[in-house]
C-alpha cells in the first residue's frame, strides 16, 4: 500500500512538472490576444509580428529583451497601440529563446 502511495505521489510530481514546461505554441496564444492568431496584429492593442522588420532584422537579443521587459512610457515605439507591451517575467531564458526563434521562423511563413 505504500508502495502505491508513493508511486502515485512521483507520477503526480511528474505530472506537475510537464504541466509547467509549456510549449512555444501555448506561449503563443498568450501573446494572440493582442497581436493576432497570425501575428497580423489587432487593431489598437499589438502591432503586427508578421512582416516586422524588427522582427525579420532585429537581433535575437533586442527582441528577447523586449520580451522579457516589455515596453511602456517613453520606450514605447507605436502611438497608435497605446497600451504598453506586458513584460513577460514569467518565462524563462530558454522559453524566451524558442520563441525568438518562432517569431523569426514559422510565423514569418
Ligand atoms: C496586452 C497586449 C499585448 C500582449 C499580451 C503582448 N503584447 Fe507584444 N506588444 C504589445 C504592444 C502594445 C506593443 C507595442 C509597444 C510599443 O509601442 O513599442 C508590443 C510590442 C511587441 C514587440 C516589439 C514589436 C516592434 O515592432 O518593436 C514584440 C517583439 C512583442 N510585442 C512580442 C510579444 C510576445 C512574444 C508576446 C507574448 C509572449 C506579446 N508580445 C504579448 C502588446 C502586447
Not at 501573446?31 to 497580423?40: D, S, V
Request: aromatic share 4%; with cysteine; charged share 25%.
Amino acid at each position: 500500500m505504500k508502495k502505491l502511495v508513493v508511486a502515485v505521489s512521483v507520477l503526480s510530481l511528474l505530472g506537475a512538472t510537464s504541466a509547467m514546461a509549456k510549449t512555444t505554441e501555448e506561449i503563443w496564444k498568450t501573446c494572440t490576444a493582442c497581436h493576432g492568431a497570425k501575428g497580423e496584429g489587432k487593431k489598437a492593442l499589438g502591432p503586427a509580428l508578421k512582416g516586422n522588420e524588427f522582427i525579420v532584422k532585429g537581433s535575437d537579443a533586442d527582441i528577447s529583451a523586449t520580451i522579457k521587459d516589455g515596453r511602456s512610457g517613453a520606450a514605447k515605439k507605436y502611438k497608435e497601440f497605446p497600451s504598453p507591451m506586458p513584460p513577460q517575467k514569467a518565462l524563462t531564458p530558454d522559453e524566451i529563446h524558442e520563441l525568438v526563434e518562432y517569431l523569426k521562423g514559422n510565423l514569418q511563413k
